[in-house]
């Protein structure tokens, strides 16, 4: 199993940009699938998850600003990042929780990280 991330690059304060996330490989189902970020100096945060059924959770800095989204027939999850602030400045990894079988047990999946960068 892989996660791809894309959409990671260059914005500017008050903005928007795209993540978008796939997973491949083989896929008996997804749980739950997020994003989190890590800045410079800084412990890896959740920014918003969001379940196979489609409940989100957003980190207070990202509420109202970001959107989780997902769609379960491509395995993809995606964040639309708007308003985006400096401080938004990080590397992105998507996360998912992933059951290979009906016999194996979930295991936490992560991509590999895109990088974020928000001018002033």
């Known amino acids: 199993v892989q996660l791809q991330a894309s959409g990671g690059g260059l914005g500017q304060a008050g903005g928007s940009l795209k993540l978008s996330c796939v997973a491949s490989g083989s896929i008996f189902s997804i749980n739950t699938m997020a994003w989190y970020r890590q800045a410079p100096d800084k412990q890896r945060e959740l920014v918003a998850s969001i379940t196979n059924s489609g409940i989100t959770t957003y980190a207070d800095s990202a509420k109202g600003r970001f959107t989780i989204s997902r769609d379960n027939a491509k395995n993809t999850v995606s964040l639309q990042m708007s308003s985006l602030k400096p401080e938004d400045t990080a590397v992105y990894y998507c996360?998912?929780?992933?059951?290979?079988?009906?016999?194996?047990?979930?295991?936490?999946?992560w991509g590999q990280g895109t990088l974020v960068t928000v001018s002033s």
């Open positions: 996360n998912a929780i992933i059951r290979q079988s009906s016999r194996t047990s979930p295991y936490n999946y």
